[in-house]
């Protein structure tokens, strides 16, 4: 079993940072993929950004790209979210997302991912 623990979430003024973090801990998680969600009041989960086994290759949605870098630190299993430039439209439950398969790549589908956390609350307020 993996756990997956997301912390970091708060209230934030429009223009203003805030930095998600993410620890996964359980079984063998040498070379996971991992990568972030969010949801907002009314929608669908959506993908964020991702990162694949050793922080290589990262992917972003078009509307944080710029703004939002995800990183990792493989000896704490932990990945990162560092969000600038916060919008009102970034408001949402943000989620982490651990794949146990290896892969080169990263992925951006909800599907490829096998455990999830239980999600932290960013509001953006201006």
């Known amino acids: 079993q993996v756990q997956v623990v997301e912390s970091g979430g708060g209230s934030v003024q429009a223009g203003g940072s805030r930095r998600l973090s993410c620890a996964a801990s359980g079984r063998s998680l040498n070379v996971p993929g991992m990568g972030w969600f969010r949801q907002a009041p009314g929608k669908e989960r959506e993908f964020v950004a991702c990162t694949n086994w050793n922080g290589g290759m990262t992917s972003y949605a078009d509307p944080v790209k710029g703004r939002f870098t995800i990183s990792r630190d493989n000896a704490k299993n932990t990945v990162y979210l560092q969000m600038n430039s916060l919008q009102f439209e970034d408001t949402a439950v943000y989620y982490c997302?651990?794949?146990?398969?290896?892969?080169?790549?990263?992925?951006?589908?909800?599907?490829?991912?096998?455990?999830w956390g239980q999600g932290t609350q960013v509001t953006v307020f201006s």
């Open positions: 997302a651990v794949r146990l398969m290896y892969g080169s790549v990263c992925y951006r589908a909800i599907g490829e991912y096998d455990y």
